[in-house]
């Protein structure tokens, strides 16, 4: 019997770990085995478009670095695999010291993008569709805010945020009106843009672009 996944890997003192999850197909691998439970490389390559030889590779680069296990088998030819945890998580002050560091955290940002615009693609459809209660049209929600805080104040509020989640998600184990809600939280600071010179004057307008140029 597989060992059932535990709550969370920690990559923040594991380089080889950490590299093997620059690839972004390993990430979304991951990602899916966690979230729609243990599958074959071929249902897993037809989910994402890719062929079974190349699934089938990177679940076992995941499975060498401790990422996924093999689950149980419905018949004796086909082989499941099964997220060994449910969590990865790091220390990002001492993760950034790590060989890769970078480049990991690039590529699972822009996969935790992709996915919150797959689950919006999604959302949408089971909607229509009538898969989710109508209530849900109202309680869902997607929102961007833009404040100014200190880097303290960003971690704090990434903390608070993470524990009132799991807060409301203890309460609501076992209700039936329950639903699986994808959250995705960021805060990503960026520098404030050099302030206009007011007594510049402006470019005069050259009009609609010709056949050839560039506008």
């Known amino acids: 019997m597989p060992e059932q996944p535990s709550s969370r890997i920690d990559l923040t003192h594991n380089p080889a770990a ?7 197909l390993r990430v ?17 390559a037809a ?5 079974s030889a190349s699934t089938s590779y990177h679940l076992r680069v995941l499975a060498r670095h401790g990422f996924v296990s093999e689950a149980t088998a419905r018949d004796a030819r086909e082989r499941r695999w099964q997220a060994a945890h449910t969590l990865t ?9 790590q060989p890769g560091a970078e480049v990991f955290l690039a590529t699972t940002r ?14 949408e459809a089971d909607l ?6 109508p209530a849900w049209r109202a309680a869902a929600h997607l929102d961007d805010y833009e404040v100014r805080l200190t880097p303290a104040s960003a971690a704090e509020l ?17 209700n039936p009106e ?25 470019a005069p307008d050259a009009g609609p672009a010709q056949d050839g140029e560039t506008p």
């Not at 524990?163 to 076992?174: F, I, K, T």
């Open 158 to 174: 990434g903390r608070e945020f993470a524990a009132r989640a799991a807060e409301l998600a203890a309460r609501d184990a076992g």
């Open 18 to 24: 950490l590299k093997a999850l620059t690839h972004p």
């Open 89 to 97: 998580t790091w220390d990002n002050e001492t993760l950034l010291d």
């Open 28 to 44: 979304r691998l991951l990602g899916l085995l966690r979230s729609e439970g243990p599958a074959t490389a071929s249902e897993l």
């Open 178 to 202: 329950a639903a699986r809600v994808v959250v995705v939280t960021a805060a990503l600071p960026v520098a404030d843009r050099p302030a206009r010179d007011a007594e510049a004057p402006e």
């Open 47 to 51: 989910t994402t478009g890719e062929t």
């Open 128 to 133: 229509a569709a009538g898969r989710l209660d």
């Open 110 to 123: 822009r996969q935790q993008v992709d996915h919150l615009g797959r689950t919006l693609d999604r959302h």
